[in-house]
Structure formats: C-alpha cells, structure tokens
C-alpha cells in the first residue's frame, strides 16, 4: 500500500508565554536559531519529506510568518545592487520553494483546536502536523521517518522520545507495545501525568502523521487539561477505533518553545557552521 501524504499542517498560534519578553511582539517562530528563524527550519524538514503543500495555523500577530516565505522585491533589489548574489539566492530559494496556505484560529484554545482549525483546507485525506517548538537534526527529517511508517501500515503515527521519568508530566504519553525495532503499537495515550502514574516514559514530540478520522475526534473532544482541546485526547479517541503507530526516531531533538532548549539549540547550530565553530568553541572555553 503506497498512500502519498502532501499535506502539512503548521499550527503557529499559541502565544508563546515562556520567551516573554521577546515574544510580546515577535512570533516565537520567528527568533532566529543562529541566523534562520526557527520556523524555516520546519518548513524545511517538512519539504525535504516530501511534503508539498504547507498550512500555516495562524493568529493576529503573526503576519511576519507568511512574509517571511514571499518575495521581499525591495531587499532584494539592495542585495542585488551591492552583488550579494550569495544572499539573494538563499532568499530568494525560501520563497520558490513553498506555497503557504494559512488559516486563522481566532482563539488561542489549544493545538487540538489548532489543527481543527485546518479541516477545511486538509479535506479528507492524511496528513502531517509539525510543530515549530519542536526540532530535529537527522540526515533523514523526523517526519520522513513518521512518514514512511504511514506509507506502509496507512495508520496514524506520532514521534516518540523517552525522557527520564519526572519530566512525563510536560508531555503526552503512550501505553504500547514495541512490534519492530523502534516502532510501537500504541494502546492508549495520556496528557501530562502524574510521573507516578504514568504507564511509560516514552513521549510524544511534535511530529504527527494523522488519519482524516482525527477531525471527528477532535470535534467531540471535551477541553481538557489548562481549558484546552488537547490533540492527545483527540488522538486517544481515534486509538480507541483504528490502529496507532508511535516511532522512536533518531536524531538529536531540541525543545526550543523552552528558554534552556533554545540556548542549547543556538549553540549545537553553532556549531555545526565551519566558520563560527571555531571561535565558538574558543569562546566556550574561556567562559565554562
Ligand atoms: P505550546 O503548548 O507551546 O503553547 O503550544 P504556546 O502558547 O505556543 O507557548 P507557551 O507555552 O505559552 O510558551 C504548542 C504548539 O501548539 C501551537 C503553538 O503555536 C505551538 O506550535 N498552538 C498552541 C496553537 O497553534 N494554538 C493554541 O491555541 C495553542
């Protein structure tokens, strides 16, 4: 069975409390992780899957999101007239390599509501969810590894990470079974519990491949933990009629909608250029 996902569902509307003060006017997604907003990172990841078309859950404020990936004839005019041309082409490659969509959630009532929100633009067909507060460094994306799961079984699939035991209460977390090496059958799943009720340690992260079904679920679901419809609820009810598939991917995972996951992720990006690793580590040295 070959089921060819196109579809990526992008929720940006939360309000991103935890990096106030920077975040009372700049979207979250659009702090940079070195010198690239956060959210091209994802938009990347979810083009290099395969991914084609990308709708962008948005609220007032975030206008910038969808600036950032459209043409800015000014700014390449200068660049253009200086020679940058290095500079140009990346810019101008953000914008030819996507079409964004946006739909607007008009109240912050949580990512379950986010994803709702989308229903119309996604119709009737599977599709991913990838969330900007989450980012993965892997040769293969994370969602491409989700993706592949779905293509084979056509059931939805959730990414997993295990984190010590005193940190479930921040995630959704699965009850399963592990069927092949790195892929569980999930039995049911719970929204942050309590750490000594948790039935795993195996986490949810942002990165999702849904069946159409969720929407259904997500419209019955009651708000749930903070007032808010929670997907991992919607997901639990839509366990309870059709399989559900959770995958321990690989890669090195940063929480950066969390201040200490995006300093950590700054620095790993860091490093990773040829010319800042260098003087980065030297600098490292002299402070640690
Ligand atoms: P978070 O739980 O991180 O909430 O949302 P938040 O508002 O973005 O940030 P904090 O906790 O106040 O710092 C997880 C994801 O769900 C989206 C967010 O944009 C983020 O990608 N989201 C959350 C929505 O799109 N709408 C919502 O109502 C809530």
Redo the contacts with the bound molecule.
Sequence with gaps: MTIKVKKAV???????????PA?KTVP??MLPIVDTPSIQYVVEEAFDSGLTEMIF???RGKDSLEDHFDFAPELEQVLEQRGNTEMLEKLQSISTMIDVVSVR?K?????G???L?ARNLVGNEPFAVL???DIVDDPTPCVRQLLNIYEEKGESVVALRRVPRPDVKRYGIIQGREIEPRTHAIDAMVEKPDPKDAPSELAIV?RYVLHPDIFGCLERVKPGKGG??Q?TDAMADLNRQRKFYGYEFTGEHYDI??KLGFVRATVAYALKRPDLAGPLKEFLRTIA
């Design positions: 992008i929720p940006v509307a939360g309000l991103g409390t935890r990096l106030l975040t979250k997604e859950v948005t609220a959630q109240k912050p009532l949580g990512l509501h986010a994803v929100s969330l900007s507060d942002g808010e419809i997907l909608g969390d």
